[in-house]
């Protein structure tokens, strides 16, 4: 049997291969492997997504763990090296753009196995966006490439990938979230957090841009402590956060923001349930951009750019910047019941690893 290896490292790479996995398992034409490789490695931002979206235990953990861009990606590199020289996969799986997408990538193209990029195409025209830099290369080295918006056709095609390569098939990520909507929907979060339905803003940050500079987290603490005066907010905290409010000597200014509930980081079904009810979701995550576009969900983005331009164009997703008073107006319109409504996306329909499988399939079988 062909042997496929997936590559998962970070947060947002769990919910996009679990699907991927199952249709794979399911479909019983490739043996897989999965390989963790340490990128995350705490509880909250690693173990409990393989326990919410029942992925398996991955038959190898790298245990990379944090460092600067080179350290991390050649700490994966290194260790990913031995691991595809001993087991010779015949084709690896990337998702995202994250440091352990790129290493992958890159071990893999140099010892000439054929790389598949799920989420390929995204740009933000923002290279000082470390995720820009692993997008770009990413796809210059992969062999197959699965985008989830039209945005992702008109980019490669710009950059001369040829268009054999390219398949549209929806969104992994969606996929997820249709699969376990109606499981979020009995967590009790909701309760443990005393929160009520549409009563709350749900807040998630972790954009070096926003929270390693000290100027624009503080306009950020401004923006959040205006909004609290109005409407309870839920803060659950990327750990390179939690690290950059005590590196500015902000502990004490957020803990006096009697609105703001700063807690660990929640698991998927958690948070799932956490957007769902959300009245607004204020947010610098790639994904979540995404998942409140499938969730009609008002999401304020605070970012001068996205890669993800379908949720902007015809989803529930609003660029705001980081200017204080332009992210005050716009959520106080959203909680004043003004906000933009939106559309899902097209193939965004819980499909896209069918699809994905079903060219696998004609591809290397
Ligand atoms: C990474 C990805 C980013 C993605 C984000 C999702 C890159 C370049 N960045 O950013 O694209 O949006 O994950 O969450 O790949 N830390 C912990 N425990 C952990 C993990 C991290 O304490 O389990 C802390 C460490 O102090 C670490 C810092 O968070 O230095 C940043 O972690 P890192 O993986 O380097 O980048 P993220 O900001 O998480
Ligand atoms: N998420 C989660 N718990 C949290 C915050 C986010 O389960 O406390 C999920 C979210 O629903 C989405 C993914 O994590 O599926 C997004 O990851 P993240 O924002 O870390 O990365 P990005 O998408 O920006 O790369």
């Not at 038959?59 to 087991?87: C, N, P, R, W």
């Not at 923001?257 to 769902?276: A, E, I, N, R, T």
């Not at 106080?332 to 994905?356: F, Q, T, Y």
Request: with cysteine.
């Amino acid at each position: 049997m062909k042997k496929i290896l997936l590559v998962v490292g970070a947060r947002p790479n769990f919910m996009k291969i679990a699907p991927v996995y199952r249709e794979i398992v399911k479909g019983n034409h490739f043996e897989p492997i999965l390989i963790h490789t340490g990128q995350h490695y705490d509880d909250k931002m690693s173990k409990i997504f393989f326990d919410d979206l029942e992925l398996p235990k991955p038959d190898f953990y790298l245990g990379v763990g944090s460092g600067s861009h080179a350290q991390q990606t050649a700490k994966v590199m290194i260790a990913l090296e031995e691991v595809m020289i001993d087991k010779a996969p015949d084709v690896v799986v990337v998702v995202g753009d994250v440091n352990s997408t790129l290493a992958a990538s890159v071990v893999a193209s140099k010892l000439h196995i054929p790389i598949v990029h799920i989420e390929a195409g995204l740009r933000s025209f923002d290279r000082t966006m470390p995720e820009e830099i692993n997008r770009l290369l990413t796809d210059s080295i992969s062999d197959l490439l699965f985008i989830t918006e039209e945005s992702g056709r008109v980019n490669l095609r710009n950059e001369g990938v040829a268009e054999e390569k390219i398949h549209f098939v929806g969104n992994v990520m969606i996929d997820s979230l249709l699969y376990y909507k109606d499981k979020a929907a009995t967590s009790t979060i909701l309760s443990e957090l005393k929160l009520v339905n549409k009563e709350y803003t749900l807040v998630t940050l972790h954009r070096p841009s926003n929270v390693d500079d000290h100027e624009n987290f503080r306009k950020i603490i401004r923006v959040l402590a205006e909004i609290q005066t109005r409407i309870p907010v839920i803060f659950p905290i990327h750990p390179r956060t939690r690290k950059m409010i005590h590196t500015f000597g902000l502990d004490s200014r957020v803990e006096e923001l009697s609105g703001l509930q700063l807690v660990d980081p929640v698991g998927y079904l958690d948070f799932l349930k956490l957007m769902m009810h959300a009245k607004l979701v204020l947010t610098d995550s790639g994904g979540i951009q995404e998942e409140t576009t499938a969730l009609s969900i008002p999401c304020l983005t605070l970012r001068e750019n996205t890669e993800r331009p379908v949720t902007i164009e015809i989803g529930t997703n609003k660029l705001v910047g980081a200017d204080v008073d332009r992210i005050i107006q716009e959520s106080l319109a959203i909680l004043d019941g003004r906000g933009k409504s939106g559309n899902v996306p097209p193939l965004w329909d819980g499909k896209a690893a069918e699809r994905i499988v079903q060219v696998l399939m004609q591809k290397f079988i």
